[in-house]
């Protein structure tokens, strides 16, 4: 199933054609001061579920949403005190920030990988600014590779890893930084979840306070690292073909239930479906949920990644 990859110019042409794309549900990379990011609607469930199936992803990670502006970031996150400072001495720039999401920001919970938290991101290159602009809402970027190879700098990369499984790429030459962008969590004390364009030391002078920082083994405990942290109130049970008394079904394909994540077995449409149908289910009081067979290939095991999480005896 493989679709013809556009090379778009960085002209108001290009741009504007990408927006098109982003609009339409499509796959579009674009280039940005760090790296190649591969852009779709954020606020899309389709949309976002295909760039995890673009990549390969075995595992819903969450997602960095790209804004204009921190006006535009303030409209789907809280916006502590930090948040104002870091942002306003490093936006646009190679910075993001995670904080807690908005009630009805409007987002995917495929972003998210369904945390109540939210990375944000005002990128510098003019290019991605002239497409986010030319768009008019929030683009969900993760970096533009296949899942397990490194960063893409140039257009070539991208099309080199993503040839055939995206619409289009932006060719705005290569990048100037060249490594992602520095990650600070705002939901709790600053702390630097990855090390990246903007030096540690900089957002400390910036902050007024030295800051903690996530090791390797620490990043557990970061929202959304760990095992259980998705789990639903309800009991999840995977491979079930019916309910057990208490019990509401989740279907796909053949295997019928009260929600199905696919009547017709299509995994992009289940991707997109499962926390919004976890979410539905779990809000009906039943104390488990059980889950039909996913199968594990394609964006299947991203599937099967969340739903063995959400069944994962709580920590
Ligand atoms: O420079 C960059 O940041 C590039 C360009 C395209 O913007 N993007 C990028 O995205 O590096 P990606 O998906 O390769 O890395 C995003 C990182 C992941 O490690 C993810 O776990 C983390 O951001 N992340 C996203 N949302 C998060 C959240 N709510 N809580 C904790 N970590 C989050
Ligand atoms: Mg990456």
């Known amino acids: 199933m493989a679709i013809a990859t556009r090379i778009l110019r960085p002209d108001a042409a290009g741009l504007a054609a990408a927006a098109a794309i982003w609009r339409a549900g499509g796959l579009v990379a674009l280039p940005t001061e760090t790296v190649y990011g591969l852009g779709a609607d954020a606020r899309n469930?389709?949309?976002?579920?295909?760039?995890?199936?673009?990549?390969?992803?075995?595992?819903?990670?969450?997602l960095i949403v790209h804004v204009t502006d921190a006006g535009a970031a303030r409209a789907l996150v809280a916006w502590p005190e930090a948040a104002e400072r870091l942002a306003t001495a490093f936006w646009p720039g190679p910075l993001t920030l995670v904080l807690p999401l908005r009630e009805g920001a409007g987002v995917s919970?495929?972003?998210?990988?369904?945390?109540?938290?939210?990375?944000v991101r005002v990128p510098a290159h003019e290019v991605a600014r002239g497409a986010l602009a030319a768009f008019g809402g929030p683009v969900a970027a993760p970096s533009a590779n296949p899942s397990g190879r490194i960063s893409p700098t140039t257009a070539a990369h991208v099309l080199a890893g993503l040839s055939?499984?995206?619409?289009?790429?932006?060719?705005?030459?290569?990048?100037?930084?060249?490594?992602?962008?520095?990650?600070?969590?705002?939901?709790?004390?600053?702390?630097?979840?990855?090390?990246?364009?903007?030096?540690?030391?900089?957002?400390?002078?910036?902050?007024g306070a030295p800051m903690a920082v996530a090791e390797a083994g620490d990043r557990l405990t970061a929202p959304g690292q760990m095992a259980s942290h998705y789990a639903p109130g309800a009991r999840v049970r995977l491979d079930a073909l019916r309910a057990a008394p208490g019990e509401a079904m989740l279907g796909?394909?053949?295997?019928?239930?009260?929600l199905s994540l696919s009547p017709s077995g299509d995994l992009r449409e289940a991707a997109a479906n499962l926390f919004h149908h976890l979410h539905a289910l779990d809000a009906t009081g039943v104390r488990g949920i059980a889950v039909a067979p996913i199968p594990e290939v394609g964006l299947g095991r991203a599937i099967n990644d969340r739903l063995r999480r959400a069944a994962a005896p709580r920590g």
Not at 252 to 258: E, K, Q
């Open 164 to 207: 055939g499984r995206i619409e289009a790429v932006i060719d705005g030459g290569p990048c100037a930084v060249g490594v992602e962008s520095s990650i600070v969590g705002l939901w709790g004390a600053p702390v630097l979840l990855r090390p990246g364009g903007v030096p540690q030391e900089a957002l400390e002078a910036a902050l």
């Open 109 to 119: 919970p495929l972003v998210t990988a369904g945390l109540g938290t939210l990375a």
């Open 45 to 62: 469930d389709l949309a976002v579920a295909r760039i995890f199936e673009a990549k390969g992803r075995p595992r819903f990670n969450p």
């Open 252 to 258: 796909f394909g053949a295997v019928a239930g009260d």
